[in-house]
Antibody, heavy 121, light 107 residues
Framework: QVQLQQWGAGLLKPSETLSLTCAVY????????WSWIRQPPGKGLEWIGE???????TYNPSLKSRVTMSVDTSKKQFSLNLSSVTAADTAVYYC???????????????WGQGTMVTVSS | DIQMTQSPSSLSASVGDRVTITCRAS??????LNWYQKKPGKAPKLLIY???SLQRGVPSRFSGRGSGTDFTLTISSLQPEDFATYYC?????????FGQGTKVEIK
């Protein structure tokens, strides 16, 4: 069973770069799309983007200009960088697996524990 | 982007009640609709995928229906641990998008 554990800086100043990493335990690193999702305080969930073990990425167009994702297959880790952050980027950030399965399954079925990132001067 | 609209935004119910939440997509998404439960301080939990398939380990009191643009999540008999916020999410086309959430509160 795959488990995800994430970490990264929790307090940033405006214009800095957010950096988070998610480690994958158990399962095959090549079986999933590795995703990042965020939830601002009091708001809903927003998909940020996803990356395959090959390094192929798909980003949400709303954040595409500031997002970079990468993988380290040797460590079974994937990372998120979000540049030029502002207060609007304050949120809980989650890593998650996007699993393609039977019966029209395309879903985020495994999640990291979440990291609260606050952007404040 | 496909817009997902949930109703109601919140509801109050009692333990044992039957609760139904609706999700509507801005265009057809076939059966590519998922439901998640979100509790404060916890990661979202997948309940239903493919509009009606129950995720492993999820109690059978949760059920999903629908296809095309209109979907429902039903909790047949609300339990104390079910008080949470529920989100629908379309997986028909990227960017994957979520509804705004439905908060289920204790009456």
């Amino acid at each position: 069973q795959v488990q995800l554990q994430q970490w990264g800086a929790g307090l940033l100043k405006p214009s800095e770069t957010l950096s988070l990493t998610c480690a994958v335990y158990g399962g095959s690193f090549s079986d999933y799309y590795w995703s990042w999702i965020r939830q601002p305080p009091g708001k809903g969930l927003e998909w940020i983007g996803e990356i395959l073990h090959t390094g192929s990425t798909t980003y949400n167009p709303s954040l595409k200009s500031r997002v970079t994702m990468s993988v380290d297959t040797s460590k079974k880790q994937f990372s998120l960088n979000l540049s030029s952050v502002t207060a609007a980027d304050t949120a809980v950030y989650y890593c998650a697996t996007l699993t393609y399965g039977d019966y029209d399954m395309v879903a985020f079925d495994i999640w990291g524990q979440g990291t609260m990132v606050t952007v404040s001067s | 982007d496909i817009q997902m609209t949930q109703s109601p935004s919140s509801l109050s119910a009692s333990v044992g009640d039957r609760v139904t939440i609706t999700c509507r997509a801005s265009q057809t998404i076939s059966s590519y609709l998922n439901w998640y439960q979100k509790k404060p301080g916890k990661a979202p939990k997948l309940l239903i995928y493919g509009a009606s398939s129950l995720q492993r380990g999820v109690p059978s009191r949760f059920s999903g229906r629908g296809s095309g643009t209109d979907f429902t999540l039903t909790i047949s008999s609300l339990q104390p641990e079910d008080f949470a916020t529920y989100y629908c999410q379309q997986s028909y086309s990227s960017p994957w998008t979520f509804g705004q959430g439905t908060k289920v509160e204790i009456k």
